[in-house]
């Protein structure tokens, strides 16, 4: 799995402050799309353990109040890092956690 960005304090994408993660990869090819770059699966940089603590650490802090994940396309990457990192957010953090997808409830559950 790619990554875009981090952004430690966010107050774009979510209610009050955030720290957000901007994944790589996206075939949705949506109308519109603001992050058209980020519809590359290898833009970017590789996400890593350490990256990812790193994360889970900017999550942590006091003055943010959600996490949020986008890109690119949360619900299109590699599904053992994407389905560690929420676990650790989960366990670790314990913050509202705010996906964005072009992609549709009925077609998630199905997988």
């Given at each position: 799995?790619?990554?875009?960005?981090?952004?430690?304090?966010?107050?774009?994408n979510t209610p009050n402050i955030s720290c957000t993660l901007f994944v790589s990869g996206c075939?949705?090819?949506?109308?519109?799309?603001?992050?058209?770059?980020?519809?590359?699966?290898?833009?970017?940089?590789?996400?890593?353990?350490?990256?990812?603590?790193?994360?889970?650490?900017?999550?942590?802090?006091?003055?943010?109040?959600?996490?949020?994940?986008?890109?690119?396309?949360?619900?299109?990457?590699?599904?053992?890092?994407?389905?560690?990192?929420?676990?650790?957010?989960?366990?670790?953090?314990?913050?509202?956690?705010?996906?964005?997808?072009?992609?549709?409830?009925?077609?998630?559950?199905?997988?």
């Amino acid at each position: 799995m790619n990554y875009a960005e981090i952004k430690q304090y966010d107050v774009a994408n979510t209610p009050n402050i955030s720290c957000t993660l901007f994944v790589s990869g996206c075939t949705n090819n949506c109308r519109g799309c603001f992050n058209k770059e980020l519809q590359d699966f290898s833009y970017g940089k590789l996400w890593t353990k350490e990256t990812e603590n790193y994360f889970i650490k900017c999550c942590k802090n006091p003055h943010v109040k959600n996490v949020a994940i986008l890109g690119g396309e949360p619900m299109q990457q590699q599904i053992t890092p994407m389905l560690n990192l929420l676990k650790r957010i989960k366990a670790e953090v314990n913050k509202p956690i705010w996906v964005w997808t072009g992609c549709l409830w009925e077609d998630l559950i199905r997988i």
